[in-house]
C-alpha cells in the first residue's frame, strides 16, 4: 500500500474550497490524473458513487468511487476500486486560517496486479503519483485564487 500526504495553503474561504473539491463536473479542471468521470448529477453526498478513469503512468484505469464521509465545508472522503484489485482511500480536510483554508490531503492506494505486472519500475510510478498529487493541489490552489493553471 502506497501512502501519500500533501498540505496546501489556499486563500480561499473552506466553503469554495469545499465546494470545488466536491463539484465532480469541475474536477477535470484541476485533477492532473482526471481522463474522465460519470456521476452523480446532484451535489455530492456520503454514499454517492460515481465512476472516473484515472491516468496513471500513461494508462486509463477505470475505477468506481463512493464517498464515504462529506461534512461541508470540512471534509470529504472517498474509497475506490479498480477492475484486478486496485484500491484507493483518499480524506480531504479543509481547515479554516486567517488567510483562507488549508487542505490536507492524505492517500493511500494499491495499484492492480495485472498493472503493476506491466510496468517496470514500481518505485518510477510511486514517485509520479506523488509528483500529480502535488500538481493537483497546486492546480486547485491556483484556481481558487484566480491564477492561470501551471
Known amino acids: 500500500m502506497t501512502h501519500i500526504e500533501r498540505t496546501i495553503d489556499i ?12 463539484d465532480l463536473h469541475r ?16 451535489k455530492l453526498q456520503a454514499g454517492h458513487e460515481f465512476r472516473q478513469d484515472l ?3 500513461g494508462v486509463n484505469l477505470p475505477t468506481t468511487w463512493r464517498c464515504t464521509e ?5 471534509l470529504v472522503a472517498y474509497e475506490a476500486h479498480s477492475p484486478g484489485g486496485g484500491s484507493l ?6 481547515v479554516p486560517t486567517d488567510g483562507g483554508s488549508r487542505v ?10 495485472s498493472f503493476l505486472g506491466e510496468l517496470l519500475d514500481r518505485v ?8 500529480e498529487t502535488q500538481h493537483s493541489l497546486e492546480n486547485l490552489k491556483d484556481l481558487l485564487e484566480g491564477r492561470p493553471l501551471g
Do not use: K
Open 124 to 131: 518510477y510510478v510511486e514517485r509520479r503519483n506523488e509528483r
Open 70 to 74: 462529506c461534512d461541508a465545508p470540512r
Open 27 to 42: 474536477l477535470d479542471r484541476w485533477s492532473t490524473i482526471t481522463a474522465s468521470h460519470e456521476g452523480p448529477e446532484e
Open 55 to 57: 491516468r496513471v503512468a
Open 89 to 94: 482511500t483518499m480524506r480531504q480536510v479543509i
Open 11 to 22: 486563500a480561499a474561504p473552506p466553503e469554495r474550497v469545499f465546494e470545488e473539491l466536491t
Open 104 to 113: 490536507e490531503l492524505v492517500v493511500d492506494y494499491e495499484l492492480p496486479g
